[in-house]
């Protein structure tokens, strides 16, 4: 049986603070075989830098996800054909960077799979749903181990793509709302699943976001520059047991600190 901790949109220094002071031990409590942390939103609420990167991984991120902010930090562009982390595998070809990869931790491969949803989204991505389908054929010739992260708006969407992947995944989580979602279960062909992961960030925020220009947005629409909020941070994600052999998931868990 192999544990994977899946750790919601890092997002700014609140973020990246609370990962480093608390990763570790929830590693070691929980007895954390592999870590993946959603890293998009983790420079300055958008992208990631090379420093961020680095931060993350020494926190005891063992492999990184990302989502629509993965361009927003241009010092991606050096690191990520070298790095563990991969972007959405729907994005166009000619991008860098990859969709999927295959990592390994106690001896098993573990596949790991981003894609971004198109409904209330930038929707010249690739169909994710074909995308998914393609991914996970190849993915599946190495490993029955496969974690897809599911950075999307709409839960209809995030549910319907889980049940598309329904016994041929390990997992699909849902990323990119910053607010976790209470429906975590297993499919009733062993595939787990969450709509969102929720964010690991300040608290005191509208999803990462300081208050006041939010709600100026919303009552006189005027652009407005969103910055980071400060101030205490929360951890989200879910805890998952899969066997390594058939991939299926055993148990999914919230994880939801203060
Ligand atoms: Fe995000
Ligand atoms: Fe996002």
Not at 31 to 41: A, K, L, P, S, W
Request: proline share 3%; hydrophobic share 40%.
């Amino acid at each position: 049986m192999l544990k994977v901790l899946f750790v919601g949109d890092v997002c700014a220094r609140p973020g990246r603070e609370k990962i480093s002071e608390r990763l570790a031990s929830l590693k070691k409590e929980k007895q954390v075989d592999f870590c993946i942390v959603n890293g998009e939103n983790a420079s300055h609420g958008k992208g990631l830098s090379l420093a961020c990167a680095d931060e993350l991984y020494e926190a005891g991120a063992d492999f990184i996800t990302m989502g629509n902010h993965t361009w927003s930090n241009a010092g991606i562009f050096d690191y990520i054909d070298d790095y563990a982390i991969v972007r959405p595998a729907n994005f166009s070809k000619d991008l860098p960077g990859r969709g999927y990869d295959v990592a390994e931790a106690k001896g098993v491969k573990i596949g790991i799979l981003d894609l971004q949803g198109r409904v209330y989204m930038d929707d010249s991505t690739d169909n994710p749903f074909e995308c998914a389908k393609k991914c996970v054929e190849e993915i599946r010739k190495e490993t029955n181990v496969i974690i897809v992260d599911f950075h999307a708006e709409a839960s209809s969407e995030k549910i319907a793509l889980a049940y598309y992947l329904d016994g041929t995944v390990s997992a699909v989580i849902g990323t990119h709302t910053h607010v976790q979602t209470a429906d975590e279960r297993i499919l009733e062909k062993g595939t787990a699943f969450i709509t969102d992961a929720g964010m690991t960030g300040p608290v005191e925020s509208i999803i990462g976001m300081k208050k006041n220009a939010v709600v100026d947005k919303f009552i006189n629409n005027i652009p407005r520059k969103f910055e980071p909020a400060e101030g205490k941070a929360m951890l989200n994600g879910v805890l998952l047991e899969i066997d390594e052999i058939t991939g299926k998931a055993l148990k999914i868990e919230r994880v939801f600190e203060k």
